[in-house]
Nanobody, 117 residues
Framework: QVQLVESGGGLVQAGGSLRLSCAAS????????MGWYRQAPGKQRELVAA???????NYADYVKGRFTISRDNAKNTVYLQMNSLKPEDTAVYYC???????????WGQGTQVTVSS
């Protein structure tokens, strides 16, 4: 029903910025809560930020004040603006779409973010 493709990852120096994009294809994108997760080598996947269909946001404590999640329903796209990047932000970042109403949970393939010191 929903396919997700991430882009915008890359290598940046500490203190730099990246803007990740997640383009969704499929039906009724607007009803899904969209989220960004990340997974570093040897660690569990963790929530970075999420945004509901109504625009409410939630952030992990370690990114508050640095990252901003947003969505453009007309373009079926969710974004993660990442500022003041730190080496510990290095991970594969995954886009997620969730709907409890329809009982579905979708993942993108991930995009690598590497922050050098």
């Amino acid at each position: 029903q929903v396919q997700l493709v991430e882009s915008g990852g890359g290598l940046v120096q500490a203190g730099g910025s990246l803007r990740l994009s997640c383009a969704a294809s499929g039906s009724i994108f607007s009803i899904y809560t969209m989220g960004w997760y990340r997974q570093a080598p040897g660690k569990q996947r963790e929530l970075v930020a999420a945004i509901t269909s109504g625009g409410s946001t939630n952030y992990a404590d370690y990114v508050k004040g640095r990252f901003t999640i947003s969505r453009d329903n007309a373009k079926n796209t969710v974004y993660l603006q990442m500022n003041s990047l730190k080496p510990e932000d290095t991970a594969v970042y995954y886009c997620n779409a969730f709907s409890g109403f329809v009982g579905r949970n979708y993942w993108g393939q991930g995009t690598q973010v590497t922050v050098s010191s």
